[in-house]
């Protein structure tokens, strides 16, 4: 029985694949050294202490990701590794005095192959292979909510490109832009309404502000991200949209049992395509694996595919003193199995 269900998967996957082109495989790299930056000013935090995120999407049908060039469809396999590190001199959280240090390094290896690999890639015909690259260093004082970091960043393409970036973050609001030599990319602010245990924040209403970011490329191309608590910080419905252009990016509600969101999540999205076509997709994501189809993230990380199931062996999670949690948490995971003392019954010794 368990065969038949995977000959039905291989032939449905087989039916559905899409076709990475060289060019969406190109395209990849500015998006991808953007959500990098995101995720760094995500996860450096005044009131944290080290982040670490690692992944692997791996797809054992070459049939799934064929390259399309114009000299036909080439069998082999689109891939994506990343890993990335920000630690503190305060990582393990017994200090919480004075200024504390950190460094971060987040990279990402991403393109396709026309063999499987792990570590060591075949550079044969019709491969292009992407390393983009982000190192850092911040300088945050919890007791005052203040962060200031700087860095650069490395993109490996059909160029070597180097960028530098700046990063400041006091109390819930963020900023960071990108330069490349003295000309700007784009500029990222967060802000981070929604209460937060481990940024020292109440439980109160406060838990039902949403977060909001935006995100300027140029006068003509600014992108709005906005994320709503709609029931104990476990149900979110989230949404990005272009202001400019003004059209819709995609939506998504999300359920997270644990608001640590390191136990579980799910999700159901809705994409809009260039070809104003909407698909809608989901996944499931465990502590180290996420399954996912046509899910909103995978397009704007995986060369827009659509069509193929997602396994992604993965991990992400972060510290802030003694708690982890996942990116973007409002609080820490349980650290206990029971919030009663244990008592002594009279027959203890």
């Known amino acids: 029985m ?28 500015p998006q991808t050294a953007f959500m990098q930056l995101q995720d ?45 590190i920000w630690l503190t001199n305060n990582f393990d959280g017994k200090s919480s005095k004075g ?3 950190g460094l971060g390094w987040f990279g990402e290896r991403q393109g396709w ?3 499987d690999f792990l570590f060591v890639p075949n550079r044969g015909n019709f491969s292009q292979i992407n390393q983009i690259h982000t190192f850092g260093f911040t300088i945050a004082d919890s007791s005052k909510h203040l962060l ?23 109390g819930r609001f963020s900023v960071l832009p990108n330069f490349h030599k003295n000309e700007l990319q784009f500029i990222n602010a967060q802000l981070y309404l929604q209460s937060r245990e481990l940024r020292g924040n109440k439980d109160s209403w ?7 970011e935006c995100s300027y490329f140029s006068k003509d191309s600014i992108k709005m991200f ?16 272009w202001a400019r252009p003004q059209d819709l990016a995609w939506a998504a509600f999300k359920f997270y049992p644990d608001p640590s969101r390191l136990l579980l999540a799910l999700e159901a999205t809705a994409t809009k395509k260039e070809s104003d076509d909407i698909y809608f997709g989901g996944g499931i994501i465990l502590p180290f694996l996420r399954v996912a ?15 193929v199931w997602i396994v992604e062996f993965r991990l992400a999670i972060g510290t802030a003193g003694d708690a982890f949690f996942a990116l973007n948490a409002p609080k820490n995971a349980p650290s206990e199995i029971s919030e009663k003392p244990v008592r002594k019954t009279e027959n203890s010794k």
Do not use: C, M
């Not at 005044?46 to 670490?52: D, R």
């Not at 906005?226 to 949209?241: D, W």
């Open 2 to 29: 368990v065969i038949i269900l995977l000959t039905i998967l291989a032939v449905i996957q087989t039916a559905l694949a899409w076709n990475p082109t060289p060019l969406l495989i190109e395209e990849q790299v």
């Open 40 to 84: 760094f000013q995500g996860a450096a935090r005044p009131e944290y202490n080290a982040y670490i995120s690692a992944g692997i999407i791996y797809l054992p049908l070459p049939s799934q990701s064929a390259l399309s060039t114009e000299w036909g469809i080439h069998n082999g396999f689109a891939f994506k590794q990343n890993l990335g």
């Open 99 to 101: 200024l504390t240090y």
């Open 113 to 115: 192959n026309n063999e």
């Open 148 to 170: 200031f970091g700087s860095g650069l960043q490395y993109l490996n393409a059909e160029n070597d490109t180097f960028n530098w970036w700046l990063l400041g973050t006091w």
């Open 206 to 212: 406060q838990n039902y502000l949403p977060d909001l």
């Open 226 to 241: 906005i994320s709503q608590n709609i029931f104990k910080q476990k149900f979110y419905l989230e949404g990005a949209f």
């Open 293 to 307: 189809y046509n899910s909103t993230k995978d397009y704007e990380t995986f060369f827009k595919n659509r069509g």
